[in-house]
T-cell receptor
Framework: TQLLEQSPQFLSIQEGENLTVYCNSS?????LQWYRQEPGEGPVLLVT?????EVKKLKRLTFQFGDARKDSSLHITAAQPGDTGLYLC????????????FGKGTHLIIQP | NAGVTQTPKFQVLKTGQSMTLQCAQD?????MYWYRQDPGMGLRLIYY???????DKGEVPNGYNVSRLNKREFSLRLESAAPSQTSVYFC??????????FGPGTRLTVL
């Protein structure tokens, strides 16, 4: 069974601060995805990384896939209250047709 | 383009009752999934369908059945609901590259 360990579980910081969320596994994934989920809604895809060492940027969010394709990180620069939410990492194997393995999520609160 | 739609949004059942959760996608995706989300457990895969006409068990299939009615629709059935099945259920669909799109969820309570 593949597992994804996500840390931290909870994070509360002030507006303007930087933060990093980590997603680690002992398994290799063909791709890794990051989602953001707001209360009462389904997860929404933020980014997919597929190549070891790949870095993708989405405005103030930077996503990195580890060289060995076993881990990933999400870095937010100058966090804003609108970034508040549950962040989930998920790994796919063999194209992902047989489903994703999810981390347990990071609950992020950005205080104004 | 509605994406992934689910019905109902909320449901309360008594132990032993049955119900079917409906899901449809309009993105012409081959793969569809049912996940459940519980506090502290993350999202766990119940069943998936890699293509029309096929279904396979995921991590937590016990107590559930599924039907891939056609390419658009994938339903989840609880034959005899139990309190342990109280959860939020998400249907999802994906392209082959593994980009998954989720529905808004069904919040189920079993008393």
């Amino acid at each position: 069974t593949q597992l994804l360990e996500q840390s931290p579980q909870f994070l509360s910081i002030q507006e303007g601060e930087n933060l990093t969320v980590y997603c680690n596994s002992s398994s290799v994934f063909s791709s890794l995805q990051w989602y953001r989920q707001e209360p009462g809604e389904g997860p929404v895809l933020l980014v997919t990384v597929v190549t070891g060492g790949e870095v993708k940027k989405l405005k103030r969010l930077t996503f990195q896939f580890g060289d060995a394709r076993k881990d990933s990180s999400l870095h937010i620069t100058a966090a804003q209250p609108g970034d508040t939410g549950l962040y989930l990492c998920a790994g796919a194997s063999g194209g992902g047709a047989d489903g994703l393995t999810f981390g347990k999520g990071t609950h992020l609160i950005i205080q104004p | 383009n509605a994406g992934v739609t689910q019905t109902p949004k909320f449901q309360v059942l008594k132990t032993g009752q049955s119900m079917t959760l409906q899901c449809a996608q309009d993105m012409n995706h081959n793969s569809m999934y049912w996940y459940r989300q519980d506090p502290g457990m993350g999202l766990r895969l119940i069943y998936y369908s890699a293509s029309e006409g096929t279904t396979d068990k995921g991590e937590v299939p016990n107590g559930y059945n599924v039907s891939r009615l056609n390419k658009r629709e994938f339903s989840l059935r609880l034959e005899s609901a139990a309190p342990s099945q109280t959860s939020v259920y998400f249907c999802a669909s994906s392209e082959w590259e593994g980009r998954v799109f989720f529905g808004p969820g069904t919040r189920l309570t079993v008393l």
